[in-house]
């Protein structure tokens, strides 16, 4: 997945997502938390139900797997 520069509104659903960052600089603020830089390189895990802001800031290309 690509994405170019914004903001998106992320709402997950009930699954598990683990995040490969292959290229870019994106910035994600779960509501009521600070801001996470993720870049090249970094892996993460988005819980269930994450409510927040996805912004790119250099278009960043990813790859993910859900799991229920």
Same mark, same amino acid.
């Given at each position: 997945? !690509?994405?170019?520069?914004? &903001?998106?509104? &992320? =709402?997950?659903?009930?699954? /598990?997502?683990?995040? %490969? =960052?292959?290229?870019? %600089?994106?910035?994600?603020?779960?509501? !009521?938390?600070?801001? %996470?830089?993720?870049? &090249? !390189?970094?892996?993460?895990?988005?819980?269930?139900?994450?409510?927040?802001?996805?912004?790119? =800031?250099?278009?960043?290309?990813? =790859? /993910?797997?859900?799991?229920?």
């Amino acid at each position: 997945m !690509g994405s170019d520069s914004g &903001a998106y509104r &992320a =709402i997950k659903g009930t699954t /598990w997502e683990l995040c %490969v =960052i292959l290229s870019g %600089v994106s910035e994600i603020t779960e509501d !009521g938390q600070p801001p %996470v830089l993720v870049k &090249a !390189g970094d892996t993460f895990v988005m819980k269930p139900g994450f409510e927040g802001t996805w912004r790119v =800031i250099d278009p960043t290309r990813k =790859i /993910w797997v859900t799991k229920d």
